[in-house]
Each structure stands twice: as C-alpha cells, then as structure tokens.
C-alpha cells in the first residue's frame, strides 16, 4: 500500500535504556524523513526519561515534527512480562479509537490502525499479542537493540553457531525426564559445556566466553523470555538491527540470508545518536550532576591536556556486583597513575563503600556519579579513554566520538563486542584478570587462563592503562577514525542505514 500522511508506526521497547534509548531517536528519524505517526509505548518508570530522550532529537522550531511522535505509557512495568497493559492499549490502536496515556493522564485522538508495529524482540508476549489481534493486517518487526553477532549464539539458527529452537527443545526434555522447566532452561543456555561456538564474522569461541561475568540474568528475562526468542522471531516479517552495517558486515549479511530464506527483511538503522543543537542541552538535564561534572572536564582539560580522562562506566543495569574489589582495585591503579577519572554508577546493584568515597575525594581528580551525561562526555576532548561493559549503545557512542575502549564486558552482546573491537578491528583493549565464574576458564583463541586474583587485576591494569596512554594506544586511537567515518556515514546519503530505513517507510 502506497504510503499516505497518515501512515501509523507503534514502537515499544522492554523497560530496559539501553533498549529503548536507540528506539527513541529511530523514532524521531522517521518523522523526519516521511509524514508518519509514531506511537511511542513505554512504561510509567521511563515516561519522563523518553520525552526528555525525544526532546533532544528536535530543532527550535520543529514542534510540528515533534508532535507526530506521541509517548504513551502503558502502565507500571509487570516483572512477569505479561504485560495486559500492552494488549489493552494494542486492541484500541488496532480499532483506531483513542488512547490514553496512564502517566500523564493525558486522552489521544485516534488515529488510523497501524501499518507497522517494532516490537522489542524481548517482549515476546506482546509480539504474540499482536498477531493474535491484528493477525497479517500489520507489519511486525522484531526490534533488536544490540549487536548482530549476540543474535546468533542464544537466539540463532544452528546452522549459524546458535541454539536453535530451544523453547521446542526444553519441552521435549521435560516431557522425556520429567526434570522441571526452569532446571533444563537454565541448563541448556546458562551452563557452558565447553563447546567451541563459530558464529559469522567472530573468531571461534568456547562457549562460556560468552558468559566472562558471574552475572545472574534476570529469571524472567534467563528463564522465560531467552527460550522464546527465537519462536517470536519467527512470527514477524523481519526485524530492525540497531547497528551500522560497516561496524559488522559479515554478521548483517549473514543474519540477512538467513530470514530472507522465509521471506523477511532485514533493516539496518544504527548508530542511533540524537544530534543537533539540543542533544547536549536536553541530556544534561538527565543528570543531577551535569552541572558539576562539565566544570570538573573543563577544568581537567586545563589541567591535565586534551584525552587524559578516563570515564568509567558500566551502564544503567551492569555492575560488577559479586567483585567490586576488583574494581577497586583497578581504581587504585588508576589513582596510582594520577589519571583524571570519573565513575558512573547507575546500575540498582551498584554500591560504593564510604572508604571508596573517601579516598577519591582525597585523591581530588575523580568523581563518582550516579547517572552521568554520557554524550556530554564523551564528546569533550579531554576524555582519553573509556572503560565500558561493551554494550552497543555505549559503542557506538564511543565510536561516534572517536573514544577508543577498555572492555570489561558481562553478558549479552557485551562479549562479542569486546572480541570484535579488540581482535577484529584492533581499536580496542580487553581486561581478562577482571573476570568471574566461568569467565576464569580458558580463552579458545589465545590459550590464556585468567588468574582472577586482585594482584593479577592490577598488573593487567597497570599494564593495558600503560599502552592506553602511550604510543599503542594512538595508534588505536588513529586506526578507530576510519570506522568512525564508516559509521557516521551510514545516516548520509548512499549510507546503508538511510537507505534502509527510506526503504522501509516508502513500503508502508
């Protein structure tokens, strides 16, 4: 159907930034490039957290664009991911009537039955919803917020290194043994049995490289949302890839064959950074500590020069919960080395001790926060170095600001991303005497075992922040600028991301 002022987009991300952050500004893009409507849903914990996200992709001036982007939140988020609120909400949209958002208490208008829904491909019960409402009358793509390479190991076919079917499997195993669901699923994808894992564009891996932090995974994400993935998948007509074909061609390419053999698309839409005039101004007023944290870069850069900060952080969700010695540890050598840092900790799980306090504030070149304005600083040139999870929007990010990264990666595609970016593209260090749990055992393509112990962590750090800051790390420095072009290239003409989200909106 030839698309009309009136097409209808519905996004919806689980109650996870990362997740929904990438998802705000694709948003925002689509109301740029073509006369469409977004529904927004989200959740009453991130309603604020979205507007304010969604305001940093728009000009002065541009309130008639911005309008065509509606949040509405659905309700409080449910730990069981059932998610009624999603239904509910979906059936009015679905009957075009109007909607009301629970946060705001605010009563839309009604506006046309959706063309297209880009559904998290972790809420796989509102992918079911929809489908189950709507049957073929809209278009359902799965929204992955991650890197491609993380798609093929837990949610992949096997002929791409992954595990297939694996709700279908658990169930024959319990039918068969009569074992418990929960004890088969955490066995199956939780528990490393020291196979070699080959996925497109990585070099072989054991398998519990993929797991390099005892980090327990959310049961209701481990136990049931991971078996089903790979069935969601199947009930949509394609999925949207947030990231940049350039940063991991041959997995975009390989993911791409694999569903076009069952006739889906495949879109690419990343990097997925807010840009303009407001995205520095309306992120600062995300962090109660922007004020105090841009004098304190801008004093640094005084100080200490130009790429002499090194900004740590682990996200909003990670944080080395089980081991925080060992990141306090790596902070001494840090302060050792009398480097300008600062600590983000957003994460529920993270805590830090008051003598950890105290000894930063004596050592008076470093600031713990508890959500910084990340963009703000990694685009200020004193910011040398940064130590992230590895999780994709922290990459790009880093990438866009020609940052390069000291990976200490968890789960999920935090892994994959510190092999590809270490190994693969060498614009990258990785720290291997910070992991945990299984991450102690062997590394499939050095033969190196961790030794784990906090002596080992410090060596390490003094050894990688050592070449950070010397002449092997300008040479990593100088070797990211050509994927930062690669990448900032991909939302201009002739990119591949322009191009298929433009493909994507005309086949509305």
């Known amino acids: 159907m030839a698309m009309t ?19 705000i500004t694709l948003a925002a893009r689509f109301v740029k490039l073509r006369p469409v409507h977004v529904t927004f849903l989200t959740t009453n914990l991130f309603y604020d957290k979205v507007q304010a996200e969604l305001a940093r992709n728009f000009e002065p001036g541009e309130d008639a664009l911005a309008s065509r982007v509606r949040v509405i939140s659905i309700g409080d988020w449910q730990p069981s991911l059932v998610l009624e609120g999603f ?25 046309p039955k959706p063309q297209a829904a880009i559904i998290d491909f972790f809420a ?18 799965g929204w992955h917020p991650g890197s491609t390479f993380a798609m093929f190991y837990l949610f992949g076919p096997e002929e791409l290194g992954g595990k297939g079917d694996v709700f279908t499997k658990v169930q024959a195993i319990v039918k068969e043994t009569g074992r418990s669901y929960e004890e088969v699923v955490k066995e199956m994808l939780f528990v490393p049995k020291g196979e070699v894992v080959q996925v497109p564009g990585l070099p072989p891996m054991y398998d519990h490289e993929y797991y390099p932090q005892d980090f327990p995974v959310p049961e209701e994400i481990g136990i049931h ?5 790979y069935q969601s998948l199947g009930l949509c007509d394609g999925i949207f890839l947030f990231t940049a074909e350039s940063y991991e061609p041959e997995a975009v390419d390989a993911l791409k064959t694999w569903l076009a053999k069952t006739g889906r698309s495949t879109y690419t839409c990343g990097p997925l950074l807010p840009t303009g005039s407001q995205a520095v101004a309306n992120e600062k007023k995300q962090s109660k500590e922007a004020v105090e944290i841009e004098a304190f870069l801008d004093n640094t850069l ?15 969700v990670f944080w080395p919960a089980k081991s925080p010695e060992k990141l306090w ?28 306090k105290e000894k930063v504030k004596e050592y008076g070149k470093g600031i713990l926060s508890a959500w910084t304005p990340q963009q703000t600083i990694l685009e200020h040139p004193v910011t040398g170095w940064f130590v992230a999870h590895g999780g994709h929007n922290g990459v790009n990010e880093a990438i866009h600001a020609g940052v390069p990264l000291i990976l200490w990666p968890f789960v999920g595609d935090q892994p994959v991303n510190a092999v590809h970016l270490t190994d693969n593209l060498q614009v990258a260090y990785e720290l291997i005497e910070v992991r945990t749990g299984f991450g102690l055992k062997q590394i499939y393509r050095t033969r190196r075992q961790p030794i784990g112990t906090l002596d080992a962590v410090k060596d390490e750090a003094r050894d990688v922040l050592a070449k950070a800051f010397g002449e092997d790390g300008a040479q990593k420095r100088e070797k990211l600028k050509a994927l930062t072009r690669a990448l900032d ?4 003409v002739g990119g591949s991301s322009l191009s298929d989200v433009k493909a994507f909106l005309e086949g509305l």
């Open 124 to 141: 796989v019960v509102p992918i079911a919803a929809v489908r189950e409402i709507s049957g073929n009358d809209v278009k359902l793509y």
């Open 5 to 23: 002022t009136e097409s209808h987009i519905v996004t919806f991300a689980i109650q996870a930034w990362g997740h929904c952050r990438p998802l």
């Open 302 to 316: 005084k100080e200490s020069g130009e790429k002499s900060l090194l900004y740590i952080s682990f996200g909003s």
């Open 225 to 229: 949302i991971f078996p089903r993935v």
């Open 489 to 492: 290239h991909e939302w201009e």
């Open 329 to 356: 540890a790596f902070l001494d050598v840090v302060m050792e080395r009398n480097i300008p840092f600062i600590l983000s900790h957003a994460s529920l799980t993270a805590h830090i001790p008051d003598e950890i």
């Open 87 to 111: 239904k509910t909400v979906w059936a009015k949209l679905a009957a075009a009537e109007e909607i009301k958002c629970t946060k705001a208490d605010i009563t839309y208008q009604a506006l």
